[in-house]
DNA sequence: GACGCATTATATCGATCGGTATGAAATTAT
DNA sequence: ATAATTTCATACCGATCGATATAATGCGTC
């Protein structure tokens, strides 16, 4: 009942998605959303709430939308595959030319007034959360007898997550995606020989 | 002549330099910066400026006072001690409990209103500059035996670079120092063997 | 057609943004 | 002492910030 939205929320929750993408949660004002969405600063927190709201709903979004190649890279058979195509895949998500340049969780991160901590908060929490679900799959690599017997998957996790911010931070400044490759690439050579887990794998070992 | 200041411009500096690592640029306000530093606004804008020309005489001082281990780290005899010198060395500041955690330069590179537009575009310029300093130190190692023969300095220069933003990021967000020694020691494992230079260090080759 | 309801459009809220105009206070030169 | 000069304190500038109050508009229901 009553008068329907002239407007697809869904539709317009993207607009507001590449918008906080490029500008940062602060950057980003409500002038510039309510343009970029089509719609008006009533209509906007009647829908969504406030701007805090907008923001988790459109974090949820990019997730689901951008971040779903997490998922299968955990899926590798081993960790080598798993880091190759974590990297890989980041890099292809942070220069692709249909969105703004770098990662939509990074650049609302880092800096920002006090009263966008909240903000930031959530997404360091959210950042231990994919840690952790790639420290886990390496724990189950490390039990599988990849990555020699001295090494922590959490040191693991740590890193290859540190290379990632990295490459998320040069792809905003305007790095490439052939570039991004070669840092993955390179940064893939420090995991051990992994000929424990290439003999399971292919059956040498019994 | 006329009436003497009644504050030491440099420690006041330094002071600005204290609400900008913490806030960035744009999360920081000139309330803030007047606060911290102990003047009025209209002593702040006589003294340094604008915000821009305040933030530009920042950066200035940070890379003198906080980036000093770099032109160390570049002397070290072998690529390898330069990298392991330049990420620990950086761990240290962006962990360092008398300044704000992470990195100034990086904290008001990534996000910000389209206004600062010319600050990010400063930061990436200034990035770049670094990286091409590593690159020419790396050529040298190169050039010296050390780095196999298919390797590309260029692209090592920017994975160490990668690695170090990483770490930034991370630290920004509550990394503790020992956290990114272990990143820093992984990463270092991505270098070549680097026989050659050593052999050649050691005066075994010839 | 009249009523109830949800969504629009417009105008505006107080607060804060970066940046200044205006004088009073404090120093040196005369 | 007086004039010249510079700094400091106060108040304020227009613009923009996130967020709303108010009322007109469009729909289903009765």
Redesign the interface.
């Known amino acids: 009942m009553g008068r329907p939205k002239e407007f697809d929320p869904d539709q317009a929750l993207c607009a507001a998605l590449q918008v906080f993408w490029k500008?940062?949660?602060?950057?980003a004002?409500m002038t510039d959303l309510t343009e970029a969405m089509g719609i008006t600063r009533p209509s906007l927190y009647a829908t969504y709430g406030n701007k805090e709201d907008l923001f988790r709903k459109v974090l949820d979004r990019y997730e689901q939308s951008h971040l779903c190649f997490v998922a299968e890279a955990l899926d590798e058979p081993t960790a080598r595959e798993t880091i190759d195509r974590l990297l890989k895949g980041y890099a292809d998500v942070l220069t692709n030319p249909l969105h703004p340049p770098?990662c939509l969780g990074?650049?609302?991160?880092?800096?920002?007034?006090?009263e966008?901590e909240p903000i930031r908060q959530e997404l360091?929490a959210r950042?231990s959360l994919s840690e952790e679900t790639l420290r886990k799959r390496l724990e189950r690599a490390s039990a599988e007898g990849e990555l020699g017997a001295g090494e922590?998957p959490a040191?693991?996790a740590?890193?290859v997550?540190?290379?990632?911010?990295?490459?998320?931070?040069?792809a905003?400044?305007?790095?490439t995606r052939e570039?991004l490759y070669?840092?993955a690439q390179?940064?893939?050579?420090?995991l051990p020989a992994a000929q424990a887990a290439s003999r399971q794998l292919e059956g040498v070992e019994a």
Chains 1, 2 share one sequence.
């Open positions: 500008r940062g949660f602060d950057g004002s770098g990074l650049n609302s991160a880092v800096c920002g007034g006090a966008s360091i950042r922590d040191d693991w740590r890193y997550m540190s290379v990632g911010l990295g490459m998320a931070v040069r905003a400044s305007g790095a570039e070669r840092v390179i940064a893939l050579r420090a």
